[in-house]
């Protein structure tokens, strides 16, 4: 466990990390999932970054009323549904605990782009623990986005498990992680 952890802090796990600066792309999303082993009872961590047009539905701060309880709402359906985004095989009896959800501003390009048009992005960033109570050897994980979120339809996901590197392009929520024996 602290090992997929430290891993993940470098961000040792992501191809997807060299082209995350250019990674905000609307209707994309990266899911980064570690286990220090697939055997036993394995424990992980599972992290989701996506523009938040696709999940709030808007970019722009929230400073009404309306626009920040659209926003709370948005992040309680993804700490909610996100089991059904990411689907652990239901042999290895997998539960997931919300561990951290929040929109963060993009501001990496603005320094560029004053006086031109200035757009505003921003991400949702989210992390969750996995506890399993059996081993995920030879189970494969699946994934549904697009009944959460329809917006989105294409996402980077990389796991590390044990000694296992694997990573899968989800289109439409088509794209399956088999986990070797
Ligand atoms: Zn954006």
């Known amino acids: 466990m602290r090992l997929a952890l ?6 040792v796990l992501l ?16 899911v980064n999932i570690a286990f220090e082993s697939a055997k036993g009872a394995p424990k992980g961590v599972v992290e989701f970054e996506s523009p938040a ?18 926003v709370t709402a948005a992040l309680n359906t993804l700490k909610a549904r996100f089991g059904e985004m990411v689907i652990f095989p239901a042999a290895a009896a997998c539960a997931m605990t919300n561990k951290s959800a929040k929109v963060e501003a ?16 921003s991400e949702v960033h ?19 986005f697009m009944k959460v979120f329809p917006k ?29 024996k």
């Not at 430290?6 to 961000?11: E, K, T």
């Not at 047009?53 to 659209?70: H, I, L, M, N």
């Not at 603005?110 to 048009?117: L, Q, T």
């Open 53 to 70: 047009d696709s999940v709030v539905g808007f970019e722009y701060e929230a400073k009404t009323a309306a626009d920040k309880a659209k």
């Open 15 to 30: 191809p997807a990390q060299t082209r995350s600066r250019k990674a905000h792309e609307h209707g994309s999303a990266k």
């Open 152 to 180: 989105i339809h294409d996402v980077n996901v990389a796991l590390l498990i044990g000694d296992q590197q694997l990573s899968a392009d989800v289109e439409n929520d088509k794209g399956v992680l088999k986990i070797a």
């Open 126 to 144: 989210a992390g969750f623990e996995v506890a399993c109570a059996k081993p995920l050897s030879g189970l494969e994980i699946r994934f549904g």
């Open 106 to 121: 993009d501001d990496h390009h603005d320094a560029k782009s004053k006086g031109a048009r200035q757009e505003q992005h």
């Open 6 to 11: 430290a891993l993940l802090a470098v961000g």
